[in-house]
């Protein structure tokens, strides 16, 4: 069976290498780099003592320097493993999440349309790069001058100019072979129903022709020479070959920088095009930019596909910090154990071009030195410099800070910034302690509930039991288990609520019952009197104690120790948090996998193929990470060890 080769490069490139073959082997402590992604172990393929095997995740290539085999995540698993090539086609593809392409003679068409499509697009940028050099170029090459660039950079980066005619690239084609079907395909000419005549889309333009993680151009990038024009940049349309939120301009080239034997440390992503060329041409090579829009989730897996921690760049005013928030919030969701970002700010005025011109590479190089982490990016624009803040404010700000916490997909990194910006905050209104530091101690007695255990000083990874409990527990006609102990973690222990009582008053639920109670509940509960008596009698008087009973009776049944009159508050805590999280999240994958199951709807009305073929695997990916967390779900009853639960005595399967 033969594959697209767009295929077998986005499963390669969606999996590490070093995660097929970490399955097989034991990395070496010593010579493995992690944070660079480089793999050191003993050879499976032949005995050995030191470590001589090697791997890396940037090239997506494996090399044993003692038998000296070599290959990629499909030869591997043939050779050390004998499996067939479909069948290493099916692991890798499985491991990545992507449905394996039902092979027929339309998908034979459509990726031999795809390599034709290439194929004209390197002819594209052929004829922009000689144009460049005619006399109709005279005027780019004086703007390419003025800005510095050498003829070595316009060369490395295939720079070129289109002329200012509506029909010289469409012409030039057309004399090569090239089909109208096919420069329409590519996104090389206006057209359109309403159209008489096609017409170049890039006219008076220096052309920068952006490629494919293969070195493939796909797309083109044209900066306007005239001052009145409508677009300062234009970017080529969506096409077969080209997705703009999948795309990083220079991607290829910063991964290579990264594998040098010079090899930087990380990946540095800026504003745009000119931004990226002038940092090479100063020795900075591992630059990377959007292309001309706010970084999306896709580019940002891009980021972390060559580096753990690559630095954000942006420029020092209003604007800069509103793109730096934006991309934070992309970064939130997505963060995982060791990947994360910094940020770096320039002087208000400059870009990273105006920078390297006036002060060389060691300009530049001091403001990466100044990069500072995402917690305190989020942190600092939160709290801001109010100091002396009021209650108020800090509840505020806290509340603030929660909310964008318990969007963090991650469960680990989630619970590390819970507790790093917990003690910031401590430290700054409270005194005491160091900044992001682990010296804050809760007062004696705080965080026990009624009969707490004394003496039971376990962490909270101590008290997490695995349970193989069904993680979404249906318990009623509208009530699921996941609401439910949310819900009565709450009204058992009402302090939770008051501790954040912001984002709980934000909650909403799917099941009618609940959002019913909501109100009278949160009336309540905000009176600072207000325990878990006085709350029921007043659900009671309210209508609402059949449904008390009814959330009483599931979460015993599942999770029998929670009900218990001697649960520990801190053990409840810990529930409560993990089931909000959950909750959170997935209400967010909820909604999104409403909106792409519309999209998929109205481009399946239109008959949009290419929309189809990028939205089915997004919304593949939604629907991993709502099972992702359903399972995950199903963990959370595992608490309790200080409320005396052991294993999973006392639960109901």
């Not at 095997?53 to 320097?65: A, M, Q």
């Not at 993680?471 to 609401?483: H, I, K, N, Q």
Request: proline share 4%.
């Amino acid at each position: 069976m033969r594959f697209p080769s767009s295929f077998l490069d986005e499963i390669r490139d969606r999996v590490p290498i070093s995660a097929v073959i970490g399955q097989r082997v034991t990395w070496d402590r010593k010579k493995t780099n992690v944070t660079r992604a480089d793999y050191w172990a003993c050879c499976p393929f032949h005995g050995e003592k030191s470590p001589s095997f090697h791997c890396e995740d940037r090239k997506g290539r494996y090399h044993c320097f003692g038998c000296g085999v070599s290959g990629d995540h499909f030869r591997f698993l043939t050779d050390l493993d004998g499996m067939s090539f479909p069948e290493a086609v099916q692991r890798i593809a499985d491991m990545a999440g992507v449905p394996m392409p039902a092979m027929d003679p339309q998908a034979e068409k459509r990726e031999e349309k795809r390599r034709t499509l290439i194929d004209v697009m390197e002819l594209a940028a052929s004829f922009f790069q000689d144009r460049l050099q005619t006399s109709e170029g005279a005027k780019a090459r004086a703007y390419l001058r003025e800005r510095g660039l050498s003829a070595r950079t316009i060369d490395t980066f295939r720079l070129g100019y289109a002329p200012e005619s509506r029909n010289a690239l469409k012409e030039f084609l057309a004399s090569k072979g090239v089909e109208k079907q096919e420069i329409e395909a590519c996104g090389l000419v206006v057209h359109g129903p309403d159209i008489a005549v096609s017409y170049d889309r890039f006219r008076d333009r220096i052309m920068f022709p952006i490629l494919s993680s293969r070195e493939k151009v796909i797309a083109f990038g044209g900066r306007a020479m005239r001052p009145d024009a409508l677009a300062k940049y234009l970017n080529s349309n969506e096409t077969e070959l080209f997705h703009k939120g999948n795309v990083l301009f220079n991607f290829a080239r910063a991964r290579r920088a990264l594998s040098g034997a010079d090899g930087a440390g990380t990946v540095i992503a800026v504003e745009g095009y000119m931004d990226v060329i002038a940092l090479s041409q100063a020795g900075v090579e591992n630059a990377v930019a959007p292309l001309g829009t706010a970084l999306t989730e896709n580019q940002l897996q891009l980021l972390w596909r060559m580096t753990s921690e690559p630095v954000l760049c942006f420029d020092g005013d209003s604007a800069g910090q509103r793109a730096a928030e934006r991309a934070a919030g992309v970064a939130l969701p997505l963060l995982k154990p060791g990947h994360s970002l910094k940020f770096a700010y320039l002087p208000e005025g400059k870009d990273p071009d105006d920078l390297v011109r006036e002060g060389g590479r060691q300009a530049f190089d001091q403001i990466l030195r100044q990069a500072r982490p995402l917690a305190d990016t989020v942190f600092e624009r939160e709290v801001g410099n109010d100091d002396n803040a009021t209650p108020e404010r800090r509840a505020a700000i806290e509340a603030r800070i929660n909310t964008l916490v318990q969007t963090i997909g991650d469960e680990n990194v989630r619970r590390h910034y819970q507790q790093d910006f917990r003690n910031r905050l401590f430290q700054r209104f409270r005194g005491g302690g160091s900044r992001g530091g682990g010296n804050f101690r809760p007062k004696q007695g705080q965080g026990r509930g009624y009969g707490a255990q004394q003496g039971g000083g376990f962490s909270a990874s101590e008290r997490l039991s695995r349970s193989p409990l069904a993680s979404f527990r249906p318990v009623g006609a509208s009530l699921s288990f996941r609401e439910c102990q949310l819900v009565f973690c709450l009204l058992t222990h009402p302090e939770l609520a008051r501790e954040d009582f912001d984002s709980i008053a934000s909650l909403s639920f799917d099941a009618a019952e609940m959002r019913a109670l909501w109100p009278v509940f949160l009336a309540e509960a905000s009176r600072p009197d207000a325990g878990r008596e006085r709350i029921r009698q007043k659900l009671e008087d309210a209508g609402f104690g059949p449904l008390v009973q009814q959330l009483q009776s599931h979460v015993s049944r599942n999770v029998s120790w929670i009900a218990g009159p001697d649960t520990a508050l801190e053990d409840v805590r810990e529930v409560y948090r993990q089931a909000l999280s959950l909750h959170n999240r997935a209400r967010s994958l909820a909604r999104q996998k409403g909106d792409l199951e519309r999209e998929i709807g109205e481009a399946t009305e239109e008959g949009n193929l290419a929309l189809l073929e990028e939205l089915m695997p997004a919304l593949v990916s939604v629907q991993n990470e709502i099972n992702r967390i359903d399972n995950q779900e199903a963990e959370i009853d595992g608490f309790g060890l200080m409320s005396g639960r052991a294993g999973r005595s006392g639960a109901a399967g």
